[in-house]
């Protein structure tokens, strides 16, 4: 693995590839969050209604996507504590806590909800099932899936939610060797601008669901569990020694999400460019079930099958990292654990709800990115200000300039989460 520079007040190390390949794969499974029918349905819309007018708005999101998670991750690291575990520990009244966690806890449930209808959804479009018998089939794989997690531990998690993302990369991009999109058109697309309201709300919905609150909640968790206590929890002899290999990890964490984020930047930007090459004008494509049956009118019934298999795949891991999440916010807020099964059955619920009530699956994906929105200042903020204290990271706080990108990226993230919320509760 090559040398990588120093950063956030650590010097720079080598690591050589058979030594650091076995560290990598959080990131890779928090990354799933990147890659749920919430950016599916986002990007899907924003390609077949502007064609390649939002490319820049994928790569900008993506850019930011990185330090976002690499911040989560080496908080992880360095403390041995997730993010929920030490707001629980500063958070001293009994009631901010109680507070803290019930809009956590909420925006956990709305992740949950829409993964669990792009499941459902899926199974729809393969094999003709109800959308709530395919929500039960969708939770029940997720369970199983947990239970992976439980009795297997972190890396077999790790190797089995890759292996879905695989499917996803495959099942979303597919198309694009059919029908590859307008070369000239994508370069134009990296030009930042809006063609009028819808653009921007779009850009909006497409940024918002890139940028979740539970996989920052679950990203510094992952690396907690792959890598276990740092140096903060050694003894004074052994924390001498900590420093070399917490150095090691930041930069395997950096090759980490590095990786993670080219997957998930790609295969959002596919999805785009599959819509914007093959579907722009089409009318119906501002649903999952549309966008599959134009794919299917346009390129033929394999390119929609791979497509809907993607989005299956997509549903059962980004679920089942958010029933992880879900746990992990609260057991550190709550100071309660559960286990993750009874966990996966308590957010599991509402979804099934919703589609048990018959509620259109797309109007369900756009109040869940709503919900969402709420969530993302109070996940960012403590973020970058937890990894910028010496106090909680001690040398390895952020560089100047690593919290000025922090703030800039969360100041841009909650104006257009909030422009999001205007547009779509005042109907403009």
Same mark, same amino acid.
């Given at each position: 693995m090559p040398k990588t520079a120093a950063i956030d007040g650590a010097p720079s190390v080598?690591?050589?590839?058979?030594?650091?390949?076995?560290l990598l794969g959080p990131a890779l499974v928090a990354g799933v969050a990147y890659?749920?029918? /919430?950016?599916?349905?986002? %990007?899907?819309?924003?390609?077949?209604?502007?064609? !390649?007018l939002l490319v820049w708005v994928?790569?900008?999101?993506?850019?930011?996507?990185?330090?976002?998670? !690499?911040?989560?991750?080496?908080? /992880?690291?360095?403390?041995?504590?997730?993010?929920?575990?030490?707001?629980g520990s500063r958070l001293t009244k009994p009631w901010a806590r109680r507070a803290y966690w019930l809009q956590?806890?909420?925006?956990?449930?709305?992740?949950?909800?829409?993964?669990?209808?792009?499941?459902?959804?899926?199974? !729809?479009? @393969?094999?003709?099932?109800? #959308?709530?018998?395919?929500? #039960?089939?969708?939770?029940?794989v997720s369970m199983i899936l947990l239970a992976v997690q439980s009795r297997r531990g972190p890396r077999t998690f790790e190797f089995v939610i890759i292996g879905l993302m695989a499917i996803?990369?495959?099942?979303?991009?597919?198309? @694009?060797?059919?029908?590859?999109?307008?070369?000239?058109?994508?370069a134009s697309g990296l030009v930042p601008r809006f063609e009028g309201t819808g653009s921007v709300l779009l850009a909006a919905s497409i940024l918002g669901a890139t940028i979740m609150p539970h996989a920052i909640y679950a990203h510094s968790s992952l690396t907690r569990d792959r890598f276990g206590s740092a140096a903060v929890h050694a003894p004074t002899e052994a924390a001498r020694t900590e420093t070399s290999r917490i150095r090691r990890l930041?930069?395997?964490t950096r090759w980490d999400v590095t990786i993670a984020m080219v997957i998930a930047g790609t295969v959002n930007l596919g999805i785009l460019l599959?819509?914007?090459? %093959?579907?722009?004008?089409?009318?119906?494509?501002?649903?999952?079930?549309?966008?599959?049956?134009?794919?299917?009118?346009?390129?033929?019934?394999?390119?929609?099958?791979?497509?809907?298999? /993607? @989005? @299956?795949?997509?549903?059962?891991?980004?679920?089942?990292?958010?029933?992880y999440a879900g746990a992990e916010i609260m057991h550190g807020l709550l100071h309660v654990r559960i286990p993750l099964l009874a966990r996966r059955l308590v957010t599991l619920v509402p979804a099934l709800v919703i589609l048990g009530l018959g509620v259109d699956p797309t109007l369900a994906l756009v109040l869940s990115q709503v919900v969402l929105s709420f969530g993302?200042?109070?996940?960012?903020?403590?973020?970058?200000?937890?990894?910028?204290?010496?106090?909680?990271?001690?040398?390895w706080a952020n560089r100047v300039w690593t919290t000025t990108a922090g703030i800039v990226a969360s100041v841009l993230l909650i104006t257009l989460n909030g422009t999001l919320l205007w547009l779509v509760l005042t109907g403009a």
């Open positions: 080598r690591a050589t590839a058979p030594r650091s390949l076995w890659l749920d029918p /919430g950016n599916v349905a986002s %990007n899907m819309t924003a390609g077949a209604q502007y064609g !390649y994928v790569v900008v999101g993506n850019i930011m996507a990185w330090l976002i998670q !690499y911040l989560s991750a080496k908080l /992880g690291v360095v403390t041995g504590q997730s993010l929920p575990e030490v707001l956590a806890e909420l925006v956990a449930m709305a992740t949950d909800l829409a993964e669990v209808i792009g499941g459902a959804v899926a199974l !729809y479009l @393969l094999f003709d099932i109800p #959308l709530l018998l395919g929500g #039960l089939i969708t939770g029940a996803i990369a495959v099942g979303f991009v597919a198309g @694009l060797f059919i029908a590859p999109p307008d070369a000239a058109g994508v930041l930069t395997a599959l819509a914007a090459a %093959n579907l722009a004008g089409v009318e119906g494509t501002d649903s999952l079930e549309g966008a599959h049956a134009a794919l299917e009118a346009g390129l033929g019934s394999v390119v929609a099958t791979f497509f809907a298999i /993607g @989005l @299956l795949a997509s549903g059962l891991a980004s679920t089942s990292v958010g029933a993302i200042p109070f996940a960012l903020i403590p973020l970058v200000a937890l990894t910028a204290q010496r106090r909680t990271l001690g040398p």
